[in-house]
């Protein structure tokens, strides 16, 4: 710990004694354990406060915090980086098919699949805990299930080296049942707490049923390395059967059920045991494990495959216990006794079909039987397949469209009357939907036309039907322009838009406020049309007060306004319901937006239209969460009202914005949404400068504010004015905000380059990369980004790894001004210094064309990728050593050449 501290900076020394002093004392408290668990990995100062104190304190915790946190510390202990997807599984078949049978590669195979512990916060932890489990949420978690044909198990020959690959993986499994136990599993047959397993081993496509995915494609845990084990000896299998069978043993011995129903699964082959070996395991099964499919499904997958190779005596003993049916016990015993007898039936009668279907054949009494019930049965007379029954994960499928065809005989009042009748009424089951079949016919091309006929027909605009107004406002859209570049609007589009909204002033009240959320998506959605259709403002003016009620009502009264209702975020980021645009007021308002016409410098909108005045007025008029919801998509256009009206917008957007209120962190997520000008950023940079860093505020606005700010910074310098802000308060920023946001703002100095540059070849006068990184990135990295060394972090050393190839012929020059900024981060390929691929059909790494530049690329890969075992390496780091070898062929006998090349064998 000591050889750790003295690595740290002033700055991260000092946010280390705040937390240690923060954490002092306060161990045996839920929140505590909340805010450990929120840390990220990368924030190793925090890491180590917490276990700097829990080292200090932790012996004199008292149950059940004392294992609560070394449960959490053994999480912490056994993260780590894994590959991607797309990187970790073809890398590995490639070194598989290029012979490689290294100890180095068993690992990284088992490190795909390896089941670690994972702790979280509860959204509910018990007041009075006893258990660990009551204070933290503990899991086991994994990397994904993988096919071993894509990874290339069936091409491995090596004996030895499958042997060693299934020790390892062995040991691996129980790792993860080992963890189990601590966590609170003990043996049962529900396996949530692991992860699930649905089956033992990978079911390839060619044998689940084409609706189905692998059972386990989504299960994170014990599944991913059990299926792993199993194809490996089953590869063994075909290799060297005495060694297969040598497996087997071991896990027959086992009284895990993991091993218990891998045996199983292995078993299933005739080459392992003898039908005389697996008859008496069958009849030693548990009633669970005879019975229950879910739980043992290779057990009765066993039982059918090999039931014809038993010895009659342990057929008949087998059907006799068939045929006496599961024990009642298995239902709860508040379920009616003909149901569970029903089921009971069901199971026996599916189980001596799964055993026919596998090719063995019934006596003749339970054959009669078994007919008997198919009877009774017609899913089971439908059944065709070994593994009916057993768990597994159906695709999503598109249901088809099922229009009521009998709406096309009515017309008028009558067709009003039938709608409105079919869309408020409840489903029955799934074939009987008629809301949905009204919904579907409503959905057929010309449908909502013939449906606006007959509303305007009516002597009451249809006030009588607001299922029917509903159902129409979510389905009826304008006609999509015919050309790209054509009018936006049609003449026939802006004349329908005004029979609806001729017919929706007309509605009372009451119907309105039940067809609101279609009323206001219907505006929303036909927008575009009502600069020149009649009637659009007074349509508002009847919806607007309806819709701020609906959208008020959606919370509490008296509770503070929030945009967000369901989802609320506790990792930093922002929530995922951002409610502004999905509410009838937010679509309202919109509508007003779409209406504001665009100006310039000097012009009055808002004076000059009353119609517009009124909305605007009407608007910031309204209290509660509508309120906030206006001003936060009113905000998104801060600059066209900055222009429009400064005094109206300083006190009714600015004025919320810049007040020290909850809300106002609410709104700067507006404001981060849209590129901000030159102009405002000269109102509200200072302020934005101090959000930036303000934990109020959710990460991604944090990131977007400090974007705008270096973009700011990197504009001035290649116009060479004067800054909206001064650069030396974007520095402060850069140097207070935390390195997530810190690493998305370098980002923005590789997209500024290639950006402004991307059209230098189409465009007279447009700069190329190296005029743009000589007049605005160069200096923006001299004499903006902070010079601190403990600033120099993985995240912000992988956001500037690309600019260098960004900057075309500057490559060396770039490597240079970023070199103080670089250390090492996780790089698996040659992605993340944007020299993978090609251009214009020219490996990217051709840019790497003189010795300056080899140079810099040596320089850059040196620095960025690390020296220690557990480093990650760039897959393809030795076709760029190729290329640099090739330009440069001297810096080979370099050290830092030879330890990449080194570093490139072993990865």
């Not at 709406?407 to 029955?428: H, I, K, P, Q, W």
């Not at 009206?645 to 962190?665: I, R, V």
């Not at 790494?845 to 690390?866: C, F, H, Q, V, Y």
Request: proline share 6%; glycine share 4%.
């Amino acid at each position: 710990m000591a050889r750790l501290l003295s690595y740290f900076s002033d700055m991260e020394r000092g946010a280390y004694d705040a937390a240690v002093a923060f954490l002092s004392g306060r161990l045996d408290q839920q929140v505590t354990i909340d805010w450990a668990l929120s840390i990220p990995s990368h924030e190793h100062v925090k890491r180590l406060a917490v276990l700097e104190v829990l080292s200090r304190d932790g012996e004199r915790l008292q149950e059940p915090w004392h294992s609560a946190w070394r449960l959490v510390e053994e999480s912490w202990n056994q993260q780590r980086s894994r590959r991607p997807p797309w990187d970790g599984l073809y890398a590995l078949r490639a070194r598989i098919e290029h012979g490689d049978r290294s100890g180095a590669l068993i690992r990284e195979i088992v490190e795909l699949v390896e089941p670690s512990l994972e702790a979280k916060s509860l959204k509910d932890p018990a007041r009075r805990p006893e258990r660990s489990t009551d204070v933290v949420l503990l899991n086991l978690t994994s990397g994904e299930t993988i096919d071993p044909n894509e990874l290339g198990i069936s091409g491995i020959v090596e004996c030895q080296f499958l042997i060693e690959l299934a020790n390892d993986l062995d040991a691996s499994v129980t790792k993860g049942i080992n963890i189990g136990h601590r966590i609170g599993w003990q043996n049962q047959q529900s396996l949530w707490r692991l992860g699930g397993l649905d089956r033992a081993y990978f079911v390839p496509v060619a044998e689940r049923d084409p609706e189905q995915h692998e059972p386990d494609e989504f299960s994170k845990g014990i599944a991913p390395s059990v299926k792993l084990l199993h194809a490996t000896v089953a590869r063994i299998l075909e290799v060297d059967l005495d060694e297969a069978i040598a497996f087997a043993r071991r896990w027959q011995t086992s009284k895990s059920i993991i091993y218990i129903r891998l045996w199983s699964a292995l078993a299933r082959e005739h080459r392992i045991m003898s039908g005389e070996d697996i008859g008496p395991f069958l009849l030693s099964c548990n009633d669970q494990q005879f019975w229950n499919v879910h739980s043992f499904p290779e057990v009765a997958e066993l039982r059918a495959r090999r039931f014809a190779e038993l010895s009659d005596t342990n057929r008949k003993e087998i059907l006799a216990r068939l045929m006496r049916l599961p024990p009642r016990k298995h239902w709860p015993r508040d379920i009616d006794r003909s149901k569970v007898d029903e089921a009971r039936r069901y199971w026996a009668a599916r189980e001596l079909l799964r055993i026919e279907l596998s090719g063995a054949e019934l006596p003749a009494k339970q054959r009669t039987w078994l007919f008997t019930q198919l009877l009774q049965f017609d899913d089971l007379r439908q059944m065709n397949r070994i593994d009916e029954g057993f768990p597994g994960t159906h695709k999503a499928r598109r249901v088809p469209p099922d229009p009521d065809d009998r709406f096309d005989l009515l017309e008028g009042v009558s067709r009003l009357a039938a709608l409105e009748a079919a869309l408020s009424s409840t489903r029955d089951s799934w074939k009987d939907d008629p809301r949905g079949r009204a919904s579907d016919w409503m959905r057929l091309e010309g449908k909502c036309d013939e449906v606006l006929y007959d509303l305007e027909s009516t002597k009451d605009a249809g006030a009588t039907y607001p299922h029917v107004w509903d159902q129409f406002g979510w389905i009826h859209r304008p006609s999509q322009p015919s050309e790209e570049n054509g009018p936006k609007t049609s003449v026939a589009d802006t004349k329908t838009a005004s029979r609806v909204l001729y017919l929706i002033a007309q509605l009372p009240d009451s119907t309105l406020r039940k067809a609101i959320e279609g009323l206001a998506t219907w505006m929303d959605n036909w927008e575009r049309q009502f600069e020149f259709a009649e009637g659009a403002v007074k349509a508002w003016a009847r919806l607007w007060p309806i819709a701020v009620t609906e959208t008020n009502s959606q919370q509490d009264e008296g509770e503070e306004p929030d945009l967000n209702i369901l989802v609320r975020s506790s990792d930093g980021r922002e929530s995922e319901d951002l409610d502004t645009y999905n509410t009838p007021t937010g679509k309202l308002v919109g509508v007003f937006l779409a209406l504001c016409p665009t100006i310039r410098p000097g012009e009055q909108p808002f004076e000059a239209d009353e119609n517009l005045r009124f909305m605007r007025d009407t608007i910031v008029q309204t209290k509660g969460r509508s309120l906030m919801i206006a001003r936060h998509r009113m905000l998104e256009a801060l600059s066209y009202f900055q222009i429009a009206d400064a005094s109206w917008s300083e006190k009714h957007l600015l004025g919320p914005l810049l007040a020290s209120t909850s809300e106002a962190s609410t709104l700067w997520r507006a404001v981060a949404r849209r590129r901000l000008p030159t102009e405002l950023l000269k109102v509200i940079g200072v302020q934005i400068a101090n959000r930036a860093s303000d934990p109020q505020l959710g990460r991604e606005t944090r990131q977007a504010l400090a974007w705008s700010l270096a973009v700011e910074s990197l504009h001035a310098l290649r116009e060479e004015r004067d800054p909206a802000i001064p650069h030396s308060d974007v520095q402060q920023m850069l140097r207070t905000i935390d390195d997530e946001v810190r690493a998305h703002a370098a980002e923005a100095v590789q997209r500024f380059v290639s950006e402004m540059s991307q059209a230098a070849d189409e465009i007279s006068g447009t700069p190329t990369p190296e005029e743009v990184f000589y007049a605005a990135a160069q200096p923006f990295l001299a004499q903006v980004w902070p010079q601190e060394r403990s600033l120099a972090t993985p995240g912000v050393a992988r956001a500037f790894a690309d600019l260098p190839s960004a900057c075309g012929s500057a490559f060396a020059e770039a490597v240079i001004s970023i070199e103080r900024f670089l250390v090492p981060f996780e790089c698996w390929s040659m992605v993340q210094y944007g020299l993978y691929g090609e251009t214009n059909g020219r490996p990217r790494l051709a840019l790497i064309d003189n010795p300056s530049k080899a140079e810099a690329l040596l320089l850059m890969l040196d620095r960025t990728i690390g020296t220690t075992d557990t480093s990650v390496i760039p897959r393809d780091l030795s076709a760029a050593l190729d290329q640099i070898r090739a330009v440069h062929p001297s810096v080979a006998d370099s050290q830092s050449f030879r330890r990449l090349a080194t570093a490139a064998r072993r990865g």
